[in-house]
């Protein structure tokens, strides 16, 4: 397996807050209260104390998720810590990049056990969304790298239900092997879907099963915030949360305006009416406004007494979601992606009045995977990774330039430095006789100069028009490094990788992850 890297900056969308948080920390350490990619950091974050009685209540929580993973004995010990991730749970285990959180996690923890700090990753199951558009479909490929978009039938109406409980009318299972057919393992990991995803299953259930297969020799525990267990141990936090909302919600809104004013992004919209939680009322997840010192949903209202007296069915939104977590865990470090981390620059001011402490928001690492054919076929083209997120049609550019023959490519070449020194020596003659010729010169020139390319890249359309080989090239490696306009990661599951490189392609993704490294890795598997 071979490794290069990209900066981050080179991807497509990177925001500016992401970009400072890892290349230029000094911009935004006011805003984050430990450096991103660092061990010495999450070491020193590990050094807190957390209540053992809390930490007894969570354990058991977790007890009927965890069976037999002796990571959760050892996280009942007092002084060991937390490293989090976490993700929705999509259908067919969603994005790559859930299997990339997971692995930074555990790799994370390794690396503090090495150097003597107990520690255990830990995965979120974000059960409690309820935008099941989000989460029923997935997206894979087949041998000719083409993408296939596969989804599950839901129930005729899911509303505001919270997406972990969805029970699917119909998998996929029959789409999937048909899209995966053509690919060394395709046969493997049809059965590893169909061994986590049975009939009758929730999405939340059938998720869990997933990442608990892939990840078991890694003493990955999993954690799901929809759980009774689990809520009863958040109740007091959410109860709180409610108690002091115009507070919580009055240093959110300053803390967003601060963000825009800096040229930053605010991850979440913050007005004077937003709720920070959700209440779970007959299975349906309520957003709520908050006014007047009520909470108010259609033409319900609830007072800040009645709302708390819930707590145990309430559900935080995205800035309060994280806080609760390390509210419910010893969290040091918390691996996430791009927008996550942008929560946590809003959220830095909920961690400083709720909880006292924060975890080390980690760049999960970043990857796109590559075959020894493909990593070829970008050497004869001489493109780089970047060069593959251009659209089709630059795309198809790049490769054919790449099919002129070597004597063509020079004699165009030579052609248009003859051409541009001969205009040269008539702009400077004409500049004596008369410098107002030079205008009409200059205008002259750019049709001359691009008409001369026009040749070239009419000659090196004509080439690859006639390369069949090129143009299915051009399509296959577009389809397999930027599908849909979309990195690799963000898009497809890690199950076509599966059944393109086999079971054992966990290990080897965790053998070359280096979480210190904030850049994205290509990897030649």
């Known amino acids: 397996m071979e490794c290069s890297c990209v900066r981050q ?7 500016k807050l992401f970009a ?11 805003l984050y209260p430990w450096r991103p990619n660092s061990l010495d950091a999450v070491a020193q974050a590990a050094q807190f104390s957390f209540p053992d009685d809390r930490r007894a209540a969570i354990v058991r929580a977790l007890k009927p998720l965890n069976q037999g993973n002796p990571a959760l004995e050892k996280l009942a010990q007092p002084g060991v810590t937390a490293i989090v991730t976490g993700q929705q749970v999509g259908l067919f285990s969603g994005p790559a990049y859930t299997v990339y959180k997971a692995l930074t996690a555990i790799k994370i923890a390794q690396e503090l056990n090495g150097r003597g700090i107990p520690a255990v990753p830990v995965f979120w199951l974000a059960s409690e969304d309820h935008d099941l558009a989000e989460v029923d479909h997935t997206w894979v490929f087949g041998a000719d790298h083409a993408p296939v978009r596969l989804q ?3 129930p005729a109406k899911n509303g505001t ?30 059965a590893l879907v169909a061994r986590s995803y ?21 003493g990955l525990l999993l954690i799901d915030p929809m759980d009774p267990g689990v809520r009863a141990v958040a109740a007091p936090f959410m109860a709180e949360a409610v108690a002091r909302m ?10 967003s305006a601060e963000l825009t004013s800096r040229g930053y992004h605010s991850q979440v919209l913050v007005e004077k009416q937003t709720s920070l939680v959700f209440l779970l009322d007959g299975g349906h997840r309520l957003a709520l406004r908050h006014s007047g010192g009520e909470f108010v949903a259609h033409h319900r209202k609830w007072t800040a007494q009645e709302l708390a007296a819930r707590a145990a069915e309430l559900s935080p939104n995205a800035l309060l979601r994280p806080v609760l977590q390390d509210y419910l865990l010893p969290t040091a470090a918390y691996a996430g992606g791009p927008a996550e981390l942008a929560y946590f620059a809003q959220s830095q001011v909920l961690y400083s009045k709720l909880l006292g402490r924060q975890p080390v928001a980690f760049p999960r690492a ?17 493109l780089k990774l970047t060069g593959l997120f251009a659209n089709d049609q630059i795309l198809r550019e790049t490769m054919s330039a790449q099919l002129v023959p070597t004597e063509l490519r020079a004699k165009l070449a030579n052609t248009e430095k003859a051409v541009a020194s001969a ?18 010169l200059s205008t002259s020139r750019r049709k001359i100069e691009y008409q001369i390319g026009k040749i070239g890249r009419k000659t090196a359309s004509q080439i690859m028009a006639r390369d069949v080989q090129a143009a299915a090239d051009a399509k296959s490696l577009s389809g397999l490094v930027f599908p849909e306009k979309h990195l690799q990661e963000r898009l497809y599951s890690i199950l076509p990788f599966l059944a393109k490189f086999g079971p054992g392609l966990i290990g080897e993704i965790y053998d070359h992850l280096h979480v210190e490294n904030p850049d994205h890795q290509m990897l030649i598997v």
């Open 9 to 15: 900056t080179d991807l497509p969308h990177t925001s």
């Open 20 to 30: 400072d948080l890892v290349y230029h920390f000094d911009r935004v350490k006011d």
């Open 152 to 154: 599950a039938k839901g």
């Open 161 to 190: 239900r919270p997406v972990g409980g969805v029970v699917p009318a119909k998998l996929p299972l029959d789409e999937l092997r048909a899209a995966l057919d053509g690919l060394p393992f395709a046969d493997e990991t049809a």
């Open 198 to 218: 049975r009939s009758g299953d929730s999405m939340g259930a059938a998720f869990a099963r997933i990442i608990g297969e892939l990840f078991a020799p890694y």
């Open 246 to 255: 115009p507070e919580l919600v009055e240093a959110l809104s300053a803390r």
């Open 366 to 382: 970043s990857f796109t995977l590559l075959d020894h054919r493909a990593a070829k076929r970008m050497q004869r083209y001489k």
């Open 423 to 440: 205009l040269d020596s008539l702009s400077a003659d004409l500049g004596r006789f008369d410098v107002s010729l030079n205008g009409a």
